[in-house]
Structure formats: C-alpha cells, structure tokens
C-alpha cells in the first residue's frame, strides 16, 4: 500500500480540516480500494478530533498517533463486511 | 460653453466608472460573504469551528473552493451512509430471521417497559395480540396485570442494571424460564431491556413426576426385607435400606464415612473387589455369595444379584439386592 504523507503542521482548524478534506476527496478512489493511505502530519490538537470524526463518517478508518512534537493521523480503507465477519 | 459641456460629460463618465466599480465591490463582497457563510455553515455540520478571516483571505478563499471540498466529502459520506443503511436493512434482516427461527419468545422492551418489538414465539406462548402488541408494557400483555408483580425481571433488571435469569417463573401454572438482558447507551443508561422466555412446564411437570417416583422406590426398597445397597465406583454408598442398616447394625449418619469394603468379611474382600471389576464392565451378577462384615465384626452370609448403572457409557453406581442365608447354607468360605 503506497503512503502519502501531508505535512499540515503551521495550520490550526478549520483549515486543516479542509485541506484534508481536500486530499480525501481527490485520492477517494485509491483510498476507498486500499491502495494509498493519506498520512497527515498536525501540531494542532483540534485536528485529531475534527479530521478523525469527518473520516470515519466518510466511511474510512482513522488511526491517530503522537509523535515527538506532532499527531500522526492515518486515513485509510476499512475492512469490508467479509474482511469483519471473517476476523 | 463648450468646455462646460466637456467637463459635465466627463465628470458623468467617471462619476458612472465610479459608480460601477462601487457595485462590483459590493458584489464580490456579497460573493464572498456567501462563501463564507455557507462554508462556515458546512464546516459547523462537520463539527469544527468557522473560518476566521484572517485564515483566508478573500482572494484565496474563492480560490480554494472550501464549499467544493466541503460538499464533495458531504457527497463521500452520504454513500457511506447508504452502504451503512444497506447493512444495517440486512443485518436486521438476519436477526429477524434469527428471531423467527428460535424457539424462545423473545420481547425488546424500552426503558418504560413498553414493547418495542416481539419475535414469533411470543405470540404463540402467551395469548397475545398481534395487532395492539407494539407500545403496550409488558405486564400488561404477558402478567395481565396493570401492577407490577414482585418477581418482575425487567424492573430488577432496570434496578440492577445486570443481565437476570429467573428460571422457574410460574404464569397462569405454566412454568417459564425468563433470562433479561439491559442494552445501555454510551452513558451506560439503561435504554431496552430483551426479555427470552422459554417454556419448561412438561420438563418441570416431568421432574416431578419422576421424584414422586423416585419416593415410591426409595419407600419400597425402605422396606423390604431383603438387605439393598446401592455403591458408586469409588466404594461410598449412595443409598442402603432399614433392613442393610439392622442387618449390619450401623446408624443412618454413619453410612456417608463408610466404603463398600469395610462391609466386606475379609476372607471374601478379593473376590468382592473382582465381582466389582465384572460388574464396571456392564455385566450382571446373578446368585452372588459373600459374607458381610457388621459394625459389631459379626460375619453374615448372604446371597443375591448385582447390577450396574451407566450414563453415557460411565458407571454410576451398583445395585445390590442380598437375603441373609440361613445356618447350613454354602457360603463362598465353605465353597474354598
């Protein structure tokens, strides 16, 4: 799975927000087969509620990660239904 | 008069230029308040805070198109609600099928003990109707009653906020076994409650049946005149009679600390132990001769048979059906 990395950090909400939205909306095809994961780098603690919460309702799995001086936020496909029942 | 008139349609001409450049101000700002408005409108559904001017400036905000993005992820997660509405319709789908297909009748109460849905069973266990069943509680439909009786599951379920299982609950002398589960919300309130009932009137019904029929035997075998044990693998009793008490002259409360070899003469304790083997194996014993031990050490010849009882192919106990030989009788000392 390719990983592309977006440095947001120097942006406060909601413009984060937006251009996450921004990067969601143009790699949905690739996101949605599993292909790419967007990684989003934030200093902003806003974000790792607002971009997680949007994610999720756009049906994607989110994971959030502290890291040294930032958040690390990973959007990517969710398991299918076959993926769950099986798991 | 001529450069009156020049002056006049000039200062007509700029005071128009003017003029129009003021209208176009007036509607880019409208433009871009309207973006603005509706962006922050959009953003506060997504659950942030509106953009503050100084984020974005006039001229990049109509640039970047917020109420572009905003509503193409709008558009993503509308189809993920539709995916997830699709599941949801087939996962309730599934447990109605569930439900239809268990033979428990089955009540989703709300917090007001109101009935909020009901499987098949239900119907069919309790004269219930169909028609007037959703939004009546549940005492009134199943207890047929307007107070709630002391037994009620769901109130000690709501009381506890624990799953509760009742497992005889008597209604109109059928018999029920009633298990209660809470559904909580994320405040951990208790918002339904399902109730499973399954009918055990003919087990109950049977298990009475055969305890009134266990009496019987165990009053017959009381008295009888001929000596009964019952010994289970590891050599306690499980049950002996009046006449196995006098003959061996042991009180009730000593039977429980014996074994089945202290009773046993001890000239005759090997071929016991062998007969004992035999019948672990399944087989019956017919005409037994052995010689028993009383409390007092007096040797008594008897006579009798002996079986086994199994239970899923483990033996559970003997049964042994003696009478006392009387003097001059073979006894297996006199056989050796």
Known sequence: MEVKEIDMRGQICPSSLLTALREINANKTALRSGLLMLSFLSDNRDSTATIPESAANMGYGV???KEDDSYRIDVFAQPTEMEIRNS | MKAFISKLLGDTEETQLVSENRFLREQQFKQVEYIRRKTNQLLMLMGTLPIRPEELDDDTLIETDPI?????????????????????????????????SIGVGILLLDSSMQIQMYNQKIVELFPLNKDSLIGQTCCQAVCGTSTLPADCTFTRIMETRRPYHQSDWVQSGRHFDVAGVPIKNRFGEVTHVVLAYTETTSRVETERRLREREQICLDVFENISDVVQCVTPDGSFLFVNRAWRELLGYLPHEISALKFWNIIAPECRKECMEHFDILMHGERLEDVRTCLLSKDGQEIAVAGQINCSFSNGKPIATFGLFRQLEA???TPQAKS
Do not use: C, P, Y
């Open chain 2, 68 to 100: 572009g993005t905003v509503a193409d992820a709008f558009a993503q997660i509308l189809e993920h609600e539709k995916e997830l509405n699709e599941r949801l319709r087939m996962a309730h789908d599934e447990i109605q099928a569930i439900l239809s």
């Open chain 2, 328 to 330: 001059g009788h073979e």
């Open chain 1, 63 to 65: 994971s959030v990660v």
